[in-house]
Every structure is written in structure tokens, then in C-alpha cells.
């Protein structure tokens, strides 16, 4: 049976903060952060059954690159 998940924006970082430590938030390349303005950090509901966050570097409205982590 089909769930749809409904995620939320949970987080915006600029500056240092975007780039991660690889435990809890994903390491990204240089490059892409030099482009970067922000990181959108966008989460599903703690009651979806595979739960996640997704990690955007946004420049603009455009996305950069993205990682997924399972769980919050």
C-alpha cells in the first residue's frame, strides 16, 4: 500500500554551518559550497515508518547537490 510522505523544511544554514562532519550532516564538495547560499535541511515526520532528512545546497532555486540520511 502506497504512503505518501509529506516532508518539511526544517532547517536552513548559510556560511560554515553548511558543511557537515559526515556523522550527522553530509560532507560536500568545495565547489559546490563555494557556489552555495544556503543548506536546506528537509525532514519527514517522526511518525513516517522511514523516517529521513535530506540535505540541499541550494544556490538560488537551484539544487547543487543532495544527500540523504535515515532518522533524524
Known amino acids: 500500500m502506497y504512503r ?3 516532508m518539511y523544511l526544517y532547517e536552513t544554514k548559510t556560511g ?3 558543511q557537515g562532519d559526515g556523522t550527522f550532516q553530509p560532507i560536500f564538495n568545495q565547489t559546490s559550497l563555494d557556489k552555495a547560499d544556503r543548506l ?6 517522526f511518525s513516517d515508518a522511514d523516517e529521513y532528512c535530506e540535505f540541499r ?3 538560488g532555486d ?3 547537490a543532495s544527500s540523504t540520511i ?3
Open 40 to 45: 536546506e535541511v528537509w525532514a519527514t515526520s
Open 62 to 64: 537551484e539544487m547543487l
Open 4 to 6: 505518501e510522505i509529506t
Open 16 to 18: 560554515d554551518s553548511m
Open 70 to 72: 535515515r532518522g533524524f
Open 57 to 59: 545546497l541550494m544556490a
